[in-house]
């Protein structure tokens, strides 16, 4: 297999950034003979870590300067004027310039976002960019979008993410007619405000499989292949999952470490428990794309570890793999004449 | 100990009906010996059901016939206007009367609201009802409201429900100055929607102990004592959680079930993760307040079994024990000055 795709890292993003963008990345060399990656970002630390790990830069692993890092708490709109040289922005402009395919960063999201929107632009048809992510289901996953790029949205907005999120699961699973949700506070068509009864009658109308009304738990039922929602309220599924998740999985650990019998009993249940733990890995799930740009862009938690963000690496690769661009523009200027 | 309570129960609301509410009825009254009943509801049924638990009807443990049924799926618009007879409506009626000093009902949510807004009428001061439920934290429980009353709620109306979220928690538990939160996709004050910025600066003007803004996984990490939200983010928080759990509790199954060694493994963990089941066990907070009215109405999970409604039942009493009421109304009278 020869080299098809460069990914572009923001190598500098995220809660630990070279320490933790550079082994994710030299797992996936080892692992993926078809990537190339352009690390970017500041040549000193990027270059210790690479020493570190006994490794250097090869055909496969080139780095590409930039002198500027956007801090995780930096104003968006400060990001974008003041800092023109960042890892982020530099890595986005390499899409931009048809130098890598993709581009991942760990970054500050509102950052990303934002300067991703100026320096890609939208694609005709979309009028904001929505984050997507994937959940686990009780038999496989489901895409989840928007989860906080756009807090307040109207009718048109979540049509959109329904298309973009349609043409994803497509595109990226094989399914043939993934059946897209409106997340709601019940099943009833009479349910909900004014924005989404109006969304739902966008998607009813749209070429789309429009599943009807979702509510919460249907998100982990599996009930949909998508499930739409604004940024707000995606924001706070997601946050709510991992506070309960975070929970049970302290819980259960004390049940676990109380005495020397349940202990025992820990011992004894390891390997099933191992297997649960793997099987619930929200790491597997890193990897948030950026839709609706010209260009693609992924996101991966800040706080992801080396597992968590080459996942978050090679979710990019699906992404260009499966040609997710180019189907979602064309499904976009379709919507745009249809308009 | 002397009866001091009063509980108007709604007998034949809920997935189960008189099947559920009357033996959790019985296991209250065993056990608490301050508690009195009403049964509301269709005569037949109740009856049936007491000479099945071969219980009887006593000086505690009345029945107050009423002869029609709200649908847990029907319009409460209709609910309201043509079932004048519902165990549901004059179980109300009897708190308002002043002959019980509460009611319960696991019945269909939309039309109780509207039932008990329209017979017991909103307290000066508050605009609109709020359901509060407690969920469980990592060390202990936390108030969210609302929970689907409000889909579309202005600033005013995030403020009195922190208000009365803050007087719940002081009054049930006797926290001093619980902390109250408000739930945004950002602790900066930058973050969110316009509504959620005005609510922010009602709250921290206001006497309560506003912590700030808090995200989804603050719910479960305990960081406050109360969670303030809009009715559709409350309700997908509810609902999403309820999925999760599930889905992890169906995995974690499977995994133990998998072969004869895991099996075995689930049979030596068996005291351990039924000790994690009760201590995560969500029946435990059942029972949602409907606050704003004069008058305690609480509101059990539709699909509660017998212990999840007993557990309702309780919490009203509590309630009662409290003077919620009372407390929540001299606050409201005071809001409505100071506006």
Same mark, same amino acid.
């Given at each position: ?5 460069? &990914? !572009? ?5 995220g809660?630990?950034?070279?320490? /933790? ?5 030299? =797992? ?5 003979? %078809? ?18 790990r ?30 023109k ?6 890595? &986005? ?21 934002a ?7 939208m694609?005709? %048809? ?6 997507a992510?994937?959940?686990?289901? &009780?038999n496989?996953? /489901? ?12 009718? =048109?907005?979540?049509?959109q993410?329904?298309?973009?999120g ?7 699973? $094989? ?14 068509? &009479? ?27 249907d998100?982990?039922? %599996? ?7 604004? %940024? ?5 599924v997601?946050?709510?999952?991992? $506070?309960l ?37 929200h ?38 793999r499966n ?7 064309? !499904?976009? !200027? ?6």
């Amino acid at each position: 297999m020869s080299v098809d795709i460069t &990914i !572009a890292v923001d190598a500098m993003g995220g809660d630990y950034g070279p320490g /933790v963008t550079v082994p994710a990345v030299l =797992e996936l060399l080892e692992r993926d003979p %078809g990537i190339q990656i352009i690390l970017v970002g500041l040549k000193e630390p990027i270059e210790a870590e690479l020493a570190h790990r006994k490794a250097a830069l090869t055909s496969r692993l080139r780095l590409h300067p930039a002198s500027e890092m956007v801090a995780m708490d930096e104003p968006p709109a400060q990001a974008l004027k003041k800092k023109k040289d960042s890892s982020m922005r530099v890595a &986005i402009e390499l899409v931009r310039d048809g130098v890598a395919d993709c581009c991942v960063s760990a970054g500050n999201t509102g950052a990303l976002m934002a300067t991703a929107r100026f320096i890609l632009k939208m694609m005709p %048809g979309i009028d904001r960019p929505a984050i997507a992510t994937t959940l686990p289901t &009780i038999n496989g996953h /489901v895409y989840v979008l928007d989860l906080g790029a756009n807090v307040d949205c109207g009718p =048109e907005h979540l049509h959109q993410f329904g298309l973009m999120g349609s043409i994803l699961a497509a595109a990226v699973d $094989g399914k043939e007619r993934p059946t897209v949700g409106l997340l709601n506070i019940g099943h009833e068509a &009479i349910k909900g405000s004014e924005v989404i009864k109006s969304a739902a009658e966008l998607l009813r109308a749209s070429p789309i499989n429009f599943y009807g009304n979702v509510e919460g738990d249907d998100i982990y039922r %599996g009930t949909v292949d998508v499930v739409v929602c604004d %940024g707000f309220v995606g924001n706070v599924v997601l946050k709510t999952s991992e $506070g309960l998740a975070w929970m049970l999985a302290q819980m259960l650990r004390r049940e676990f470490k109380k005495n020397l019998l349940t202990r025992l009993a820990a011992l004894m249940a390891m390997p099933v428990l191992n297997s649960f733990r793997k099987r619930a890995d929200h790491r597997q799930y890193n990897g948030a794309s950026l839709l609706g740009l010209k260009g693609v862009v992924v996101k991966s938690h800040g706080g992801a570890d080396v597992y968590a963000f080459r996942h978050a690496l090679q979710y990019a690769a699906s992404e260009v793999r499966n040609q997710v661009l180019g189907r979602i523009e064309s !499904a976009a !200027a379709q919507l745009e004449v249809s308009v």
